[in-house]
């Protein structure tokens, strides 16, 4: 199976609530990965996990947490949901010590009113 | 810094046409490249991918790109065009020792009936 599984495939949130997206792949890929993308702009990179280790982007640091309590699982939790949080959330893997690609799943479309 | 430009954020070519999606890089290492597509409703997927050798690779459903490190380009090419292509094409650049991506902006791209 070579699946990056995203649930739920759209959330709708209210303005100052929390979020919590789930991920899920069973290629046993080292390497985690949550992008944003809005429409009309490319994804960008929130943050990822290489193992247990968790790589923030310098600009999203404070918005976004992780986790990742084993190898086949990754959240992307958001304590208090935004309006600029509406978006498509997409989560990838691959393992990270090869040139391979990253594999995304079909994505969560957030939607905060 | 890396960088990915995609300098046509839209085409629109006639069914059977020939199609070329322009994408420059900026990358003092050695690029790897790929080209990912997002179909309506979908999430990204691979289209094709270039670490070394043969400039020019070839991809799914007929597509191909060729890599020029003297214009830091990898244009994407399809000799016809089927209304199904409609779609945004992402030109992708992975560095840091295979952990990162940088997306160039996106083509969407609309093939006429």
């Known amino acids: 199976d070579t699946t990056v599984k995203q649930n739920p495939r759209y959330k709708l949130a209210r303005v100052g609530k929390p979020v919590n997206l789930i991920c899920s792949q069973t290629m046993n890929h080292d390497t985690m990965y949550w992008y944003q993308k809005k429409p009309n702009q490319a994804p960008k990179l929130l943050l990822f996990y290489y193992d247990k280790i968790l790589n923030r982007e310098a600009d999203t640091f404070e918005k976004f947490q992780s986790s990742r309590p084993n190898n086949s699982f990754c959240s992307l939790y958001i304590g208090s949901a935004g309006l600029e949080y509406s978006a498509m959330y997409l989560c990838?893997?691959?393992?990270?010590?090869?040139?391979?690609?990253?594999?995304f799943g079909h994505g969560t479309k957030l939607s905060v009113l | 810094a890396q960088s990915v430009t995609q300098p046509d954020a839209r085409v629109t070519v006639s069914e059977g046409a020939s199609l070329q999606l322009r994408c420059k890089y900026s990358y003092s290492g050695t690029p790897y490249l790929f080209w990912y597509v997002q179909y309506p409703r979908q999430g990204l997927q691979l289209l094709l991918k270039?670490?070394?050798?043969?400039?020019v690779v070839q991809g799914v459903n007929g597509f191909e790109a060729e890599f020029s490190k003297s214009n830091s380009s990898f244009h994407l090419r399809k000799a016809s065009v089927h209304w199904s292509d409609s779609a945004v094409y992402f030109c992708?650049?992975?560095?840091?020792?295979?952990?990162?991506?940088?997306f160039g902006g996106g083509t969407r791209l609309t093939v006429r009936p």
């Open positions: 990838a893997s691959s393992s990270a010590n090869s040139n391979e690609r990253l594999f």
């Open positions: 270039y670490y070394s050798g043969d400039p």
């Open positions: 992708v650049l992975r560095y840091n020792a295979g952990a990162k991506l940088t």
